[in-house]
Structure formats: C-alpha cells, structure tokens
C-alpha cells in the first residue's frame, strides 16, 4: 500500500471541484502512551474509508487539555492531509460511558427490587391490619366458644409472629439496597460531573481522488497525565543482597481512557520547555519615578481576557504523513530515561494511580545500625549501597520489608547521594539502647562568681540479635558560643571527638546476645546568676 503524500498548509483547504463529505469517528483506539513525570504523549489508531474528493474526520472523544501544537498524523493510504485543527466539543453530555451506563442500569435493577420490597411490605401491613380488625369471634348477644376461641386465638399468634418475622427480613433487605443505591448515587455523581466536561475533537481534513482506505496514527500531547517512582525495598537477613523493586504510580484524567495500551515511561518533562535561557545586558540608571496612570477598567479586562497564541481549532503547518522485570526494556536518551513496558496496563481516567513494575535489582549492601540516645532511643537499621549510579533511580518514597514483615517506610534520593546510597531499613527493637544521667557523678556547684554543673551520662547497649552487628553510637558535648560559657569535656570512653560540632561517635561491633557501656562527661561554667540557654 503506498504511503500517504504529504501536504502541508497554515489554513484548511477546501476542494471545491470535488465531492465533499464529513465523516465522525468515534472508535479510535489508544495504543501506545509514553508517559512523562509531568504529562503524557498519546497515540491512536483508527481507520477511515475515503471517497473520491475532499473528506473532513473528526476524531471525537478525545482529551480536554490536548496541546494542539503536538498533534501529528502518520498512515498508510492513498490520499493527502490537507489540513489538521483541534477543537472542544461541548455537546457531549448525551454521549454516556460505559461505566456510568453499567451504573446506572445497576440503580434502575436496584430500585426494582425496592419497589417489590416495598409492595410486600404494604402486603404484610395490609394483613396485620386485618388480623387486628378481626380478633373478636363472638357478637354482642352470642357467647364465646372456648375451643374456637383457642383456636383463633392459636391461628392469630402463629400468622402474627410470621408476618413479624417477613417485615424484620423486609426492613433489613430495604435497608441495604438503600445504602447501595446511595454509594451508586454519590459514584454517579462524581462520574457525570467529570463526564460533563468538554471533550476535544481533532479535525483531520483529508482529499483523495478515487475511493481509498486509510489507516491513521493520530499523536498528541496531553497535560492530564504523569508518574512518579516508588520503591519496595526487602532485606531478608543482615548477611544477604537487598532486593530493591522499582516500581511507577501512573495515574491520568485526560478524560480518556487507555485500555491494554503499551505503555514507555519517560524521566523526560515537556511541560517546562526546552529553550535555552538568554542572558540579556544589565543596564543600571537612576531610578526616575514614573506617574501612575488609572486605567479603564474595560480595557484592563480586555487584557486579562485576551486567548493565549494557541487557540483551538487552529491549522498545524507542521503536518508529518507517512505510512514485569522481564517485561521492561531501558533505554538512555541524551536527555532521558525510558522504560519500555512489554505487559498492557489500563488506565482509568479517574486520577487513581496504577502500580507498575519497572524492574528488580539485588544490590550488594553493607548494614550498619545507627541511633543517638539523647533523641530517640531506637536503632536504626542502614544499608550502604554502592553502584546505585547505574539504576536511573529517581527520588521517591519507599516501602520497607525487613525480614518478611513491614517494618515503615523511608525515601530515596539519588541526588543527594555521592557514591553510595544509605537507605534506612526502619527500627530494630532487638538492639535495646539507654542513656542514663549518673547523678552520684553530676552536680552543681559553685566555684566563685560562677556556677558548674558537671554531668555524666552512661550509655547501654544490649544486643538480642543472633548474628554479630555493627553500631554507630552518637552523642554530643554542648559548644559555647560565649566567651563567658567555659566547655570542658570530660571522658568519652575512646569516641572520635569532633570539636567544631561536639560530636562524639562510637563505632561498635556487637557480638549477638552481648551488653557494652559508654559514657560521655562534660561540665558547664557560666556566670552565677545568667541562666545559660538550651542547657
């Protein structure tokens, strides 16, 4: 089949010495999606059967927020596009979708069977009522039978006590059906009030000059749509790989839905443009006020007013005619990273995100516990990762699994990192940490026109692992910033001691099921009588 020629104007061209005609398609499919972090680039496919002359589709049902200055057409066919032009078409309302018909239809079955509910329930009603009307079996002059008066009296509590029963399973039925008929209301709702938004048409005028069949891809940009990272990250043991899972949350509302598309995701971000910025000459000059002048209010709205450049229905010149883990494929762009999903995902245009496996890594790790007492008295499970440069990891949050159980979550960001990646894998309540204040070796005195306080501190740490573990321990000494607040530090138990910050670190190897002590000392001398601040 030969390719489509390739015709491109800045107006819609009319063919007045051949057959006109319009034709409406609304059965285009959405085949291929390549989502950016901000947006996403669509493609649909669609076939049209062309007569001899001129020929306007309208590709109807499409986005809202379609950038008509992306929009390109590719194909096969015997024919020339003439002209390309998007507009919002405003009149679809009357055209439902398949998930408000299904809901509705569930409402309609739903209130059937509350009007049968309802009918027996007036039934049920109807007969107590003449039960009650008919208890008396004797008239004003006529004695009472004792066997028919057992017998009616036997007949009216065994009818009355099932009719009870029916109105209890009635009340109980009329009430669900009810609570569901308000959940469809309130869905319903929520969907005509996003199904009572414009809908964008693309117009594609095309000529042929015999019958011909065309097959089209119609590509556009649209602002509806992104993803952002997301990450399970499992340690199994403190002396096997961390299994890292990148994963994306896809979520649109374009308006449009992509059912089965193939789906490439991009770290790439049309949306900011991509001209480069252009340093201009610095003029200084005195400043000379200028006078303010009261504009027209009508002129002013006028302005505010006014269409961007871009308006709809605009005619492209810029035509182009022719003819799981395992699952994603990578490819590195000058610019970019896509990754390639093989498996057909659907995405709903309800704004709800959809999780997708991008891939799987096993990183070798280094796991270290860290924790500061004087702040919180947990350790924290580390894991140093090396060689994370080459897993296009973007930032985002994180999932920890620790051991089979989740353990909380964290977040990862590359940007911050140099040449390795610190994830926290959460707390480990099997390290118990405390820090005491040793008051038979803390007081305050007073020493001249000054007061010291001395204070010790002991750190315990007990080790309820099965396996040996490293711990980095920090504490601090307070730093003056006052020449009349004297610091002396006192014993540390061998830390490494950072002047500047007063930072005391321990480096610990913690044999399993084993207790260390450290102990950290300092006393403070200011001034009798001047509080000292954060002491």
Same mark, same amino acid.
């Given at each position: 089949?030969?390719?489509?020629r ?17 034709k ?8 291929n999606?390549?989502?950016?972090q ?6 649909r ?13 309208f590709?109807? #049902?499409l ?46 079955l739903?209130n ?5 509910l ?21 008239g ?34 009329q ?7 308000d ?10 009030a ?36 997301a990450?399970?990250?499992r ?19 374009s308006?449009e839905?992509?059912d ?7 770290? #790439? ?27 027209n ?26 003819s ?7 490819q ?10 093989s ?42 990762v ?39 894998? #959460?707390?480990d ?38 396996v ?14 006052n ?11 061998g ?21 260390e ?19």
């Amino acid at each position: 089949m030969s390719r489509i020629r390739i015709t491109a104007l800045f107006v819609l061209i009319s063919v007045v010495t051949m057959a006109q005609q319009e034709k409406h398609l609304k059965e285009s499919v959405v085949k291929n999606v390549r989502v950016y972090q901000s947006g996403a680039q669509v493609e649909r496919q669609l076939t049209a059967n062309l007569d001899a002359g001129t020929t306007t589709l309208f590709v109807e #049902g499409l986005s809202s927020s379609i950038d008509a200055n992306s929009i390109s057409v590719s194909g096969s066919g015997d024919a020339s596009v003439m002209g390309i032009a998007y507009q919002l078409d405003y009149l679809t309302g009357e055209r439902k979708p398949a998930e408000i018909v299904r809901l509705e239809d569930s409402l309609m079955l739903l209130n059937l069977d509350l009007e049968k509910l309802n009918a027996l329930e007036q039934v049920n009603n109807d007969e107590i009522s003449l039960l009650n009307a008919n208890k008396s079996v004797s008239g004003a002059n006529v004695g009472v039978d004792i066997d028919m008066l057992k017998e009616v009296a036997e007949y009216y509590r065994t009818r009355m006590i099932e009719l009870k029963v029916k109105m209890i399973d009635v009340h109980s039925q009329q009430k669900k059906i009810i609570e569901q008929q308000d959940r469809l209301k309130r869905q319903l709702a929520e969907l005509n009030a996003k199904n009572n938004q414009p809908q964008g048409t693309i117009v594609i005028t095309m000529a042929a000059k015999q019958s011909s069949r065309v097959n089209l891809k119609v590509s556009y940009y649209t602002s509806g749509a992104s993803w952002m990272p997301a990450y399970d990250i499992r340690a199994t043991s403190l002396n096997a790989p961390i299994q890292l899972q990148y994963k994306a949350l896809v979520s649109q509302q374009s308006g449009e839905s992509w059912d089965n598309v193939h789906l490439v995701l991009s770290t #790439g971000n049309p949306s900011i443009g991509g001209t480069k910025p252009v340093l201009n000459t610095w003029f200084l000059d005195y400043y000379y006020p200028i006078p303010v002048q009261s504009m027209n209010k009508g002129a002013y709205r006028e302005r505010m007013d006014a269409p961007a450049a871009m308006s709809q229905g605009v005619v492209m010149n810029d035509v182009q005619i022719g003819s799981n883990q395992q699952y994603v494929s990578v490819q590195d762009a000058a610019l970019s990273t896509d990754f390639d999903i093989s498996i057909p995902y659907t995405i709903r245009a309800d704004g709800k995100s959809v999780s997708v496996d991008v891939q799987s890594h096993d990183l070798p790790a280094v796991f270290t516990y860290y924790s500061v007492p004087k702040l919180d008295k947990d350790a924290f499970l580390l894991a140093r990762v090396s060689g994370w440069e080459d897993l296009n990891l973007l930032p985002g949050d994180a999932k920890i699994y620790f051991e089979g159980n989740y353990v909380g979550t964290s977040s990862i960001d590359p940007s911050a990192t140099s040449d390795s990646l610190d994830l926290s894998l #959460g707390r480990d309540k099997r390290i118990v940490i405390s820090r005491e204040l040793r008051k038979e070796f803390s007081q305050v005195k007073n020493v001249g026109g000054n007061t010291v306080k001395e204070s010790i501190y002991e750190i315990t740490v007990r080790s309820n692992l099965k396996v040996p573990a490293r711990l980095v321990l920090e504490d601090q000494f307070p730093v003056s910033k006052n020449s009349e607040i004297k610091v002396t530090p006192g014993d540390y138990s061998g830390g490494q001691y950072d002047e500047s910050t007063g930072k005391v670190t321990w480096h610990m190897d913690l044999a399993a099921g084993t207790t260390e002590k450290r102990s950290i000392g300092f006393s403070v001398k200011s001034p009798k009588g001047k509080p000292v601040q954060n002491f």
